[in-house]
C-alpha cells in the first residue's frame, strides 16, 4: 500500500498522485503544470499503460490537463469523477487541445525558419474526445467500489461546480487504511456554489496549500468592491480588463455583475457593456444554466426556482470569433473585458493587456491566484513594462489584486479544514500545491498543531501501512520564466532606486550654491558611479 507523489509538489499546479493497492494502480489527478516550466509535461515518471484507474478532483486545467496524454501513451482503464466535472471536462480539454495544436503549429513555422526539429502537441482535439469513452460518473456522497479493497466516495469541496475531495477506504490483507485528497479547497461564501464540506476523519491527508502562508483580504461586499472599481475607471473613460478563468470564476463574476446592475451601483455608466471574450467561457456558462440540484448554493437555488437566469443582464454580450475579440479593442466606448487565461499566460487577454496597460484610464483587475512565473504575477509585483506579441508594453493601468474573489481557501480555512480531522486523528499530513517557499511553511504550521506532516517531493514514494518514507523524491532545477518580459523589482533594488531619488534631490536643492561645492559633490558622485561600474 504506497503513495508516490508525481505532481504539485512543491508547487501549485501539474496535481498527480498514484495509490498501489492489492496491485492496481489509481491515479488521483492528472493535470498540466503551468507557469513556471520546472517539470516536462511531455513526459510521466510512469509508464500511462501501468494506470488501472484516474480519480478527478475537478475540471481546472492544472488538475485534469494531461488526461488526453495518458490515454494517448497507453491508458485503458476507468476514469471515475462527478458528473459536472465530466461535462465539465468535455469542454475544457477540447479546448485545451485546441491550444496544444496551435502551439505546435506556432513553433513548427518559425523552426521551418530556423532549422529546428518538428513538434508534435502533447494531445490533439481527437485525443481529447477520446477521454468521455473512459469517463464514469458518480454524486456527491456515494460510495463506489472501485476495485477489491478499495471504496470511493467524492466530497463537495466548494472551489469549482463539481470539484471534491475524494476519500478512500483501502484494505490490503489484514491492513486499512483511509485517506482523503483534498484537491483544492474552497472559499467560503462564494457565490453559486456551496462551502467547501469539512470531513471528521482519516489515516493520511494530502492536502493543498495554495495560500498556506496567508489569508484573504478582508471583503465586506464583494458587489460593492467591484462596483467601486467599475464607477472609478468608467468616469475616467477607461476599461475594466479581468483576466479570468473561463470555468468558475467568469460565472462567479456575472454572478456579481448582475447583482452591481440590479442595485444600479455604477453612477457613471449604469447600463455599462459587459463582453465575456472567451468561446469556452460561453459554453462553461451554458453548464450553470443546466441541472445543478446537489451542487448550489442556497441563493442560486432560490434563482433557479424563481426562474431567474443568475447571469441574465442587459448589456451582456459573448464574442465568438477573433475578429470579434479584435473589435473590441477598436471600440473607445468604455466596457468591461472578461477574458481568458486567468493568469495572462495565453490565450486573447494578452492582446486586450497590449492594448489597455499602456493606458492610465484603465484598469486591470485580478481575481484568482496568479502562478510563479506568469504574467499575472509579474504585473501584481510591480513591473513597470512587460513585452506582448514582440513589442515593449508600459505598464500605466490601475493594477488591482481583487483577492475577495479567489476560489481557494485560505490559511486560516485550511486550517479549520485539517483539524476537524479527529477520529481517526490522522496519522501523517502530506502537503501539496504550494509553491516551494509555502508548502514547507505550511507543514510545519500544521505540524505545530500536533500533526505529523511534511511537503513531499516530486517522486517520493510513502508506505502507508508502515508510515515510512521508501524512496526519496528530489525538487526539480527551477528555469527562467516562461514569460518576455522586465526583470522582477527586488527589495534591493527598489533600496537603490530610492536612494536614487534622493540623490536627484540634493542635486535639485543644490542650485544655486557655490561652484567649487557643486564641482567636489559632482567628482564625489562620478567617482561612486566609475567604481560602480568597473
Known amino acids: 500500500m504506497k503513495l508516490s507523489f ?3 509538489d512543491q508547487c501549485v499546479t501539474g496535481s498527480c498522485h498514484c495509490l498501489e493497492v492489492n496491485g492496481k494502480r489509481i491515479l488521483v489527478d492528472c493535470g498540466l503544470q503551468q507557469g513556471r516550466d520546472e517539470v516536462s509535461n511531455e513526459e510521466f515518471p510512469f509508464a500511462a499503460g501501468s494506470i488501472d484507474y484516474l480519480l478527478v478532483t ?4 492544472d488538475h485534469s490537463g494531461r488526461i488526453p496524454m495518458l490515454i494517448k501513451q497507453g491508458f485503458q482503464g476507468r476514469i471515475l469523477t462527478t458528473r459536472l466535472t465530466a461535462e465539465l471536462l468535455d469542454i475544457m480539454l ?3 487541445a485546441h491550444i496544444q495544436e496551435q502551439d505546435a503549429q506556432w513553433k513548427n513555422r518559425k523552426g521551418e525558419r530556423s532549422g529546428a526539429p518538428h513538434v508534435e502537441p502533447l494531445y490533439t482535439i481527437e485525443d481529447a474526445e477520446r477521454v468521455r469513452q473512459y469517463v464514469t460518473t458518480c454524486e456527491y456522497g456515494q460510495v463506489i467500489d472501485l476495485c477489491p ?9 466548494g472551489h469549482l461546480l463539481g470539484s471534491a475531495c ?11 487504511r483511509r485517506i482523503v485528497f483534498s484537491g483544492d479547497l474552497g472559499n467560503i461564501k462564494q457565490p453559486i456554489i456551496r462551502d467547501p464540506v469539512h470531513i471528521r476523519g482519516a489515516d493520511y491527508v494530502v492536502m493543498e496549500s495554495t495560500y498556506g502562508d496567508r489569508n484573504h483580504a478582508e471583503s465586506w461586499s464583494y458587489t460593492d468592491d467591484l462596483a467601486k472599481i467599475i464607477d472609478e475607471t468608467m468616469a475616467q473613460g477607461g476599461n475594466v480588463i479581468i483576466p479570468s478563468f473561463a470555468v468558475g470564476r467568469t460565472q462567479e463574476l456575472l454572478y456579481f455583475i448582475r447583482e452591481i446592475k440590479d442595485r444600479r451601483l455604477v453612477r457613471s455608466n449604469p447600463d455599462f457593456a459587459v463582453y465575456i471574450d472567451s468561446p469556452l467561457a460561453k459554453r462553461a456558462t451554458t453548464i450553470f444554466t443546466g441541472d445543478l440540484h446537489g451542487y448550489l448554493d442556497d441563493d442560486a437555488m432560490k434563482l433557479v426556482k424563481d426562474g431567474t437566469h443568475m447571469f441574465n443582464f442587459t448589456n451582456l454580450r459573448m464574442t465568438e470569433t477573433s475578429e470579434e475579440s479584435k473589435a473590441l479593442n477598436e471600440d473607445r466606448t468604455p466596457k468591461v473585458i472578461i477574458s481568458a487565461s486567468g493568469m495572462c499566460d495565453a ?11 499602456w493606458r492610465s484610464e484603465c484598469t486591470i483587475v485580478f481575481v484568482g491566484y496568479q502562478g510563479e512565473g506568469t504574467l499575472g504575477r509579474h504585473l501584481l509585483e510591480g513591473a513597470k513594462s512587460v513585452k506582448l506579441f514582440g513589442e515593449e508594453i508600459a505598464v500605466n493601468a490601475k493594477i488591482v489584486n481583487f483577492q475577495g474573489l479567489s476560489s481557494h481557501a485560505d490559511r486560516d480555512h485550511l486550517l479549520s479544514w485539517i483539524q476537524d480531522f479527529q477520529s481517526p486523528h490522522p496519522t501523517h499530513v502530506f502537503v501539496v500545491h504550494g509553491d516551494r ?25 510513502y508506505d502507508l501501512i508502515t508510515n515510512t518514507q521508501v524512496a526519496p523524491g528530489y525538487l526539480p532545477e527551477r528555469k ?6 522586465t526583470a522582477k523589482a527586488t527589495p534591493a533594488y527598489e533600496r537603490l532606486v530610492a536612494v536614487g531619488q534622493m540623490v536627484m534631490e540634493a542635486i535639485k536643492r543644490s542650485k544655486g550654491r557655490d561652484n567649487k561645492s557643486l564641482a567636489k559633490f559632482a567628482d564625489q558622485l562620478r567617482a561612486l558611479l566609475e567604481k560602480w561600474e568597473a
Open 166 to 176: 475524494i476519500a478512500l477506504e483501502l484494505t490490503e490483507g489484514e491492513e486499512k
Open 6 to 8: 508525481f505532481g504539485a
Open 480 to 485: 527562467t520564466k516562461g514569460f518576455s518580459g
Open 149 to 157: 479493497g478499495v471504496e470511493v466516495e467524492f466530497v463537495d469541496a
Open 94 to 96: 477540447l479546448d485545451s
Open 347 to 357: 490565450g486573447r487577454i494578452r492582446h486586450h493587456l497590449k492594448h489597455n496597460l
Open 58 to 61: 475537478h475540471a481546472h486545467i
Open 437 to 461: 517557499e509555502v508548502a514547507p511553511f505550511f507543514a510545519q504550521t500544521i505540524a505545530s498543531l500536533g500533526f505529523e506532516a511534511h511537503a513531499p517531493q516530486y517522486t517520493e514514494v
